[in-house]
């Protein structure tokens, strides 16, 4: 099962449209918010339970993908992600974004961690049967659109769900 991070980013960029202008006008800084902004969006669509929880509709006819292939992408995403955070100059950074930068660094070592050496997904069997039963809550709790729309994303999600539980099987 994967480790949820970025929990306190995401509720924050949740709040925050994609164009939205930051208030720092430093180019270190405006290249770390596009930076941190893919990040946000790569962990939002693999956790679409977690976007819809979030407010973030546009994945709500999704699940997570628990399959090892996309548990291998997630990593290598994580991995790819905290060496372009490595690499980036905090000397023109805002105070505020050294400190997101430090966050999300140890975000994305909490997933490699979580996938290569922990393994949740391989020893938490619970992990994918409430990870499938949280996707239909979420999308049901709160009425983000009219009941007929949220009906069939949750249709779709179901018709989702054997496959999340032969994976389940597998691992």
């Not at 399959?67 to 995403?77: C, M």
Request: hydrophobic share 40%.
């Amino acid at each position: 099962m994967k480790i949820r991070h970025l929990t306190a980013l995401l509720a924050l960029a949740a709040c925050t449209p994609s164009g939205e202008k930051t208030s720092s006008s430093g180019s270190a800084d405006s290249s770390f918010t596009v930076l941190a902004r893919s990040i946000i969006d790569d962990h939002l669509q693999r956790y679409p339970s977690q976007a819809s929880d979030l407010g973030v509709h546009k994945f709500d006819a999704r699940v997570e993908d628990y399959s090892q292939a996309g548990i291998a992408a997630e990593t290598q995403a994580l991995k790819d992600f905290r060496a372009k955070l490595l690499a980036v100059d905090t000397s023109g950074l805002s105070v505020n974004n050294r400190a997101d930068r430090q966050v999300l660094i140890m975000s994305m070592d909490a997933g490699i961690l979580g996938n290569e050496t922990i393994k949740n997904w391989a020893k938490n069997a619970d992990g994918y049967s409430g990870g499938i039963t949280n996707a239909a809550y979420v999308i049901m709790k709160r009425p983000f659109a009219p009941a007929d729309e949220r009906l069939r994303s949750l249709i779709a999600r179901e018709r989702m769900m054997p496959a999340v539980l032969g994976e389940a099987r597998k691992n």
